[in-house]
């Protein structure tokens, strides 16, 4: 496995050796090389003829342009929101993608919508990069950690598809690489995080756990204040609109599966990828979000180190929802990063590293298999995770033995 190069060297950090940054280096270009052809071809960005290519981003600036024309609630009338996408890419299309996300994030909707739909598209993209590149570079705690996080298999199902994964990831690992440097800073990185709220679920329960007050309080308030000033934007009928839509979304996506059960990288998209009901999916993703919670909870009121319960949130938040795609991936990287900087300060465990290739593999032939193989990439962190908890909490026992015995 790749990672195998990365040495444990206790005390000291992580370093790449030759193999592992050619393997990234390769990994970038091909993404560029991707990225740089289809813009050409015209099936990325623009098409040929100058019309906008339909993509998952059309969303955003369909809804921005309706708020820029003092319809906010309309964003969440599908029938409306779809003639004004049509209006983006400059000739109706097939399909359609709904905005789900609630009335505050309306406001960097609108802000985008200014530009034209290729211009906000590439600013929205290659704008929340760099937030991602920032946050996984801060936690692995070196500069290297720019090509490892830039080389990140799920990268370029974001890039294409114009999604909202860099920002996600880079809200979630800064919030946690800051919550005992800055606790305010990291607060207001969670409160902004409730653009997508399926994503934060577990931050108040990991934060009470951990009693982290402050990063509680002004977490709280911050969303508090995203949503007043939604309300004071848009009023009470976006609100109202958004709430009715969150069934609607279900039903579609979930009940009815019409993005594709294989693309949703979740116990419930496994599920019934495999053929399983809907109420059978709804069982294993129940269960796996309580076993989700109830690990969050008991690593962070445990002495476990500050990786590991970083680790431990990043990963759960992701096993809890049953609404997870490719793109959403990216945060991956933030649990992975942790595990790579603990490894490199105190040591890998055996066959961690491997772990960490595989997972990586996993994410990097979504493309030609069609599967939720990502969500079986989270059940692979989780483990690492997992047995870092349990190893630190064996060598604490023992090590509170051993003195316990010198002192006798």
Known sequence: MAFYAIPSEPGGSVKLVR????????LIVANAVYLATSFVDGIWLVARDGSGVPSDFVNVWAAGRLVLEGQAAAAYD?????AVEDVAIGHPFAGYFGWHYPPPFLFVAAALSLLSYAGAYALWSFGTFPVYLAAIRAI???????????????????FVVGQNGFLSAGLIGGAL???????IAAGVLIGLLTYKPHLGLLFPIALAAGTRWRVFVSATIVAG????????AFGNSAWAAFVANIGHTSQVFLSQGQADWAKLQTAF???RALGGSEPLAWSVQGVLALLATGATAIVWRSNASEDTKAATLATATMLATPYLYMYDLVVLAVPLAFLLHRGGAHGF???ETAGIGVACLLLLIFPVVKAPVGFLAVLVVAALVARRAVTERRNAAQHFLRTAAQQQ
């Open 19 to 26: 193999p592992v940054e050619l393997i990234c280096f390769a």
């Open 269 to 271: 998209g496994l599920t």
């Open 349 to 351: 465990l055996a066959h």
């Open 177 to 183: 690489i800051l919550l005992d440097r800055r606790p």
């Open 140 to 158: 692995v705690g070196n500069r290297f950690g720019y090509l490892l996080a830039a080389a990140f298999p799920p990268v370029l199902a974001n």
């Open 225 to 232: 204040a995203l949503a007043g000033a939604s309300w004071l």
């Open 78 to 82: 599908w029938p409306t929101h779809k």
